[in-house]
């Protein structure tokens, strides 16, 4: 099996270097594999791969209901004792 990702099926890419004379010289980019024991399989995955696998999955929490035409926020009430008066200072 070659240097490819067993997840996405990600390969190499290939590449040119060039010199001061413009001369373009072809490489070839590997990408970035990592060995990763997943339910008892040895695979190759790619390392953008092992993040997504890590990452929890998400949650669709329900939307608050729109405003209809003509309804307004209503404004925040602030309370008593939010702006308290400068402390004295005892001498």
Do not use: F, Y
Request: net charge positive.
């Amino acid at each position: 099996m070659g240097k490819k990702c067993d997840l996405c099926k990600r390969v190499a890419t290939k590449g040119a270097s060039r010199s001061h004379s413009k001369i373009k010289t072809l490489k070839r980019q590997g990408i970035n594999l990592q060995t990763k024991m997943i339910d008892g399989m040895k695979l190759k995955l790619c390392t953008s791969c092992l993040r997504t696998i890590d990452k929890p999955k998400r949650v669709k929490t329900p939307r608050k209901p729109a405003l209809k035409a003509g309804e307004k926020i209503a404004p925040k009430i602030k309370k008593a004792g939010a702006k308290s008066a400068p402390k004295k200072i005892k001498k």
